[in-house]
């Protein structure tokens, strides 16, 4: 009698507690996709209509930051947990092998490959039994540091580059100043005309029927190039947008549009797949991007513009760091829900280990689990400040640390160690500086930069003893 009612009990809790299925994760990185970029974020230009459709299912965040303002470093942050400072990466792998010595200061020093011994979240979800892969950019390292070597069993196109040669098929030629031969591994041959962000997404879709095969959970981490120069177009989505530009808009670059539109093409083109495949409602599915839009190279037309936010790549300033975010997770974020609080790429790497139940490893503290906002987009996080590392030079900064609160934001230029103040709350554009008005507010708030800093053992740049 005693048993048979220990045994009805078991059954109980085994009912009130079904069992776990790991959840599939899709995470779409898109490369400089500015803040303003999308439909849903306010493009007076760009159309994307597959995007803003998944962001009325999804919850949306308007203050999402990427941990550093150039690729490398977000990459590598998002994918273990630790902030780029701690990493030691704080420039994307090609600028750290070749500082530049004609400027004020000589730039702090930077890793050029993510260390075998740093545990990826692909790393993490393996050994949880998931499958996966990287299809597009990876650019965190050389070739013995290539994504293979960080848990991902598939790797397609990943590479030390940061940029394919061209977007058009077969994806190859000479690259930059020094005509350095490039091209993107790992694609069979394909056909004339074709174009990258398509191919990579027509990948995406075979490794996913692939995965879904082993019937086990799988991580697609699918990094497109797009939007990220060369600014090259599919001609006729190219067409449509040159007939269409408006006057007094602050989107204006035609090619560019017919990027950001591939992309839309591409993001539809997975969530039908999925969704056709019956794995929609156990997929988290993301879609972000490394750092904010790319204003200008060099003289050139103008690309994006992340007006109203100040700036652009490479600069702590909003435009620079503020991204798009969307996270569809079906029975965890309500739908068409937008949150204001403040998040950071780095937050995906606790947020995923958890949502997966897999342990995430031990140093990989510098992100935080994202869970209370995606059920209530009202919450708030238990978290002081948001921290930015930038000790290099950009066309839009000098080297540069800042740290930003829900409402404050603190910049310190290491060229002259001047202090910028901006009170976001009131001014989100960062108009007026702060300052001198305010000095008390400074002060503490460099106090903690530098505490932090320290911290995290946040490498500096030094004087350029061939400039005075
Ligand atoms: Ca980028």
Request: hydrophobic share 35%.
């Amino acid at each position: 009698m005693q048993r048979r009612h220990f045994l009805s009990l078991l059954a109980g809790s085994a009912l009130a507690q079904p069992s776990f299925t790991p959840p599939n994760i899709v995470l779409i990185l898109a490369d400089d996709l500015g803040a303003t970029d999308l439909g849903c974020y306010g493009s007076d230009l760009h159309e994307t209509p597959r995007i803003d459709r998944i962001s009325r299912q999804s919850l949306r965040f308007s203050h999402a930051l990427s941990p550093a303002p150039v690729c490398s470093p977000t990459r590598a942050s998002l994918l273990t947990g630790k902030h780029p400072a701690r990493l030691g990466i704080t420039i994307w792998s090609e600028g750290a092998l070749t500082p530049p010595t004609n400027q004020p200061l000589l730039p702090a020093t930077s890793e050029p490959n993510l260390a075998h011994a740093e545990t990826t979240l692909a790393e993490v979800l393996q050994q949880a039994g998931y499958s996966t892969a990287l299809i597009g950019k990876w650019h965190l390292g050389d070739a013995g540091h290539y994504p293979e070597t960080q848990g991902f069993e598939v790797n397609i196109g990943g590479t030390h580059w940061g940029a394919p040669p061209t977007y058009f098929y077969p994806y190859s030629g000479p690259f930059g100043s020094q005509k350095e031969l490039r091209y993107v591994p790992g694609l069979a041959p394909g056909a004339e005309g074709e174009y990258l962000t398509d191919r990579l997404t027509t990948e995406a879709l075979r490794v996913i029927d692939a995965f879904h095969a082993r019937q086990k959970p799988f991580f697609l981490y699918l990094a497109h190039h797009a939007p990220h120069t060369p600014i090259e177009a599919k001609p006729a989505l190219v067409a449509k947008y040159e007939a269409k530009l408006p006057k007094g808009v602050n989107h204006t670059n035609a090619k560019y549009a017919a990027m950001v539109e591939s992309l839309d093409q591409s993001v539809g083109r997975v969530l039908d797949h999925l969704r056709i495949r019956g794995l929609d409602r156990n997929t988290i599915f993301i879609i972000t991007s490394d750092n904010g839009g790319y204003l200008q190279s060099g003289n050139g037309p103008r690309i994006t513009s992340n007006a109203p936010l100040r700036s652009g790549k490479g600069s702590l300033y909003e435009g620079g760091i503020r991204v798009p975010l969307i996270i569809n997770w079906p029975g965890v974020t309500p739908v068409g829900a937008v949150s204001a609080e403040p998040v950071v790429l780095t937050d995906l790497f606790p947020t995923l280990c958890a949502a997966a139940k897999a342990p995430a490893p031990a140093g990989a503290t510098d992100g935080l689990d994202l869970l209370p906002v995606l059920r209530n987009p009202a919450a708030r996080l238990a978290r002081e400040a948001i921290h930015f590392h930038y000790p290099h030079y950009y066309p839009t900064t000098t080297p540069v640390s800042a740290l930003r609160t829900r409402d404050w934001k603190l910049l310190e230029y290491f060229e002259d160690n001047r202090v910028e103040l901006y009170n976001l709350a009131q001014d989100p554009h960062e108009k007026t500086d702060l300052a001198a008005k305010n000095p008390a507010k400074a002060q503490a708030l460099r106090d903690q930069l530098h505490a932090w800093r320290q911290s995290v053992g946040a490498r500096l740049p030094t004087p350029n003893p061939k400039k005075p």
